[in-house]
């Protein structure tokens, strides 16, 4: 079965400072690889995806991610961080292939942007 | 669309009371699942439906939790009897096949006293 890791809990950064949130994961087939956000109290919003294609997806909000086949990594990415980025993280992998669309999360990254 | 949505947004129960988790996902979605979020756990996948039908429910932690999806339009969580542990952030998801995100509802806040 597909997983997801993100090995840090908790990510600091000072605004206007380049971060990065971590993600490997782990899959039998192709990869369907997913970020999502999650504010206090809410339900989490879709961020960007990579399916297929550059390895380099652009998503919400200033966000990017890049795919690496041969780490297994999905880093998530932003040149220039804001305090209102402040929030959950979350990785997701789907297996891209008919029959299997259980959609399996990393356990999230806390990240903290301050002025 | 209004997106996914999930009722009740807080919940109370007493332990050993019955608790329904109800969802009614996007229009013309065929995927439906269903999270729990806890601090200690993360996100766990508790059951995913393809189509109204149970594909995978291997992450329903015991007997007293079950789901139904008894058409397109809505699925519930049922938890009987309920227990302190059961406690958390439950969400249900849903999406198209293929490439697509999920969407998730609001989630419903459960607690068990």
């Known amino acids: 079965a597909q997983s997801v890791a993100q090995p840090e809990d908790q990510v600091n950064v000072a605004e206007g400072n380049p971060l990065t949130v971590k993600c490997t994961y782990s899959?039998?087939?192709?990869?369907?690889l997913f970020w999502y956000v999650q504010y206090p109290n809410r339900g989490l919003q879709f961020l960007l995806k990579y399916i297929t294609g550059d390895n380099l997806v652009k998503g919400s909000y200033g966000f990017e991610a890049e795919f690496n086949k041969s780490q297994t990594s999905f880093h998530l990415k932003k040149p220039s961080a804001l305090v209102s980025d402040s929030a959950l993280y979350f990785c997701a992998v789907r297996e891209g292939r008919l029959g299997n669309n259980d959609m399996r999360f990393g356990a999230g990254t806390r990240l903290t942007v301050k002025p | 669309d209004a997106g996914v949505i999930q009722s009740p947004r807080h919940e109370v129960t007493e332990m050993g009371q019955e608790v329904t988790l109800r969802c009614k996902p996007i229009?013309?979605?065929?995927?439906l699942f269903w999270y729990r979020q806890t601090m200690m756990r993360g996100l766990e996948l508790l059951i995913y439906?393809?189509?109204?039908?149970?594909?995978?429910d291997s992450g329903m932690p015991e007997d007293r939790f079950s789901a139904k999806m008894p058409n397109a339009s809505f699925s519930t969580l049922k938890i009987q009897p309920s227990e302190p542990r059961d406690s958390a952030v439950y969400f249900c998801a849903t999406f198209i096949r293929g490439n697509t995100e999920a969407f998730f509802g609001q989630g419903t806040r459960l607690t068990v006293v």
């Open positions: 899959v039998s087939g192709n990869p369907y």
């Open positions: 229009s013309g979605h065929d995927y």
């Open positions: 439906f393809n189509n109204n039908v149970p594909i995978d």
